[in-house]
Nanobody, 124 residues
Framework: QVQLVESGGGLVQAGGSLRLSCAAS????????IGWFRQAPGKEREFVAA????????YYADSVKGRFTISRDNAKITVYLQMNSLKPEDTAVYYC?????????????????WGQGTQVTVSS
């Protein structure tokens, strides 16, 4: 069992930045493909970004391309989501997810483990 913990959420003004972190208790994330998803009130959980465990390829939703960056620290313990130029429509609970092996990175069913989420609120 992998327990994921997200941190770094908060309240920020439009145009500001936040960096979310995702860590697994007691282990590294080097063996997993990692995804970030978000869920706004009344909406379905949607894909935001993903990072392949091998090769480091990244994938982004069109709505965040050029603004968000997913990365991993050298020790492969923590995965980050750097969010710049935030907009009110980015307001949501952000979830980190880990897949033993993902082939369709934007699909929720591909991920085996999920964190509890961290709230991001962007004020206008």
């Amino acid at each position: 069992q992998v327990q994921l913990v997200e941190s770094g959420g908060g309240l920020v003004q439009a145009g500001g930045s936040l960096r979310l972190s995702c860590a697994a208790s007691g282990r590294t994330l080097s063996s997993y493909d990692i995804g970030w998803f978000r869920q706004a009130p009344g909406k379905e959980r949607e894909f935001v970004a993903a990072l392949r465990r091998s090769g480091g390829s990244t994938y982004y939703a069109d709505s965040v391309k050029g603004r968000f960056t997913i990365s991993r620290d050298n020790a492969k313990i923590t995965v980050y989501l750097q969010m710049n130029s935030l907009k009110p429509e980015d307001t949501a609970v952000y979830y980190c997810a880990a897949a033993i092996k993902a082939t369709i990175y934007m699909a929720r069913f591909q991920y085996d483990y999920w964190g509890q989420g961290t709230q991001v609120t962007v004020s206008s």
